[in-house]
């Protein structure tokens, strides 16, 4: 659940339109829409909505934090790979300057060979 979306599902509920709910959360939960509205409801209705407006803040805080720990494993993982690039670009650059070497020392020495004939 996204926390932008949360008022609105505490809104839909507390108006008792089931259909409006159904529109907010399914693109976020397709696979648990049907539940998850069944048990907001009994929130709603056992507790009110100032307790399914806490417990959806809560799924939003949750949510919001594993999407954050997402974004930092991939953080971590692209800072891993750009410096693994970073290496093999060296090395890369590396076997360039030493082909380069070689390659002037073979016209000197064709060069070299040239002048002896």
Same mark, same amino acid.
């Given at each position: 659940?996204? !926390? /932008?979306?949360?008022?609105?599902?505490?809104?839909?509920? $507390?108006? &008792?339109?089931?259909?409006?709910?159904?529109? @907010? @959360?399914?693109?976020?939960?397709? &696979?648990?829409?049907?539940?998850?509205?069944?048990?907001? !409801?009994?929130?709603?209705? !056992?507790?009110? *909505?100032? *307790?399914?407006?806490?417990?959806?803040?809560?799924?939003?805080?949750?949510?919001?934090?594993?999407? $954050?720990?997402?974004?930092?494993? &991939?953080? /971590?993982? $692209?800072?891993?790979?750009?410096?693994?690039?970073?290496?093999?670009?060296?090395?890369?650059?590396?076997?360039?300057?030493?082909?380069?070497?070689?390659?002037? !020392?073979?016209?000197?020495?064709?060069s070299a060979e040239k002048q002896l004939f």
């Amino acid at each position: 659940m996204t !926390e /932008a979306a949360t008022p609105y599902v505490a809104q839909a509920i $507390a108006s &008792g339109n089931s259909q409006q709910v159904l529109d @907010i @959360i399914v693109p976020l939960a397709p &696979g648990a829409a049907q539940q998850m509205l069944a048990v907001w !409801e009994r929130f709603y209705t !056992e507790h009110g *909505v100032e *307790v399914l407006q806490t417990m959806l803040d809560r799924y939003a805080r949750d949510a919001a934090a594993e999407d $954050a720990y997402h974004l930092r494993a &991939g953080k /971590a993982v $692209a800072e891993r790979e750009k410096e693994e690039l970073r290496v093999q670009h060296d090395q890369l650059l590396t076997e360039v300057a030493q082909m380069r070497a070689a390659r002037d !020392e073979l016209l000197r020495k064709v060069s070299a060979e040239k002048q002896l004939f």
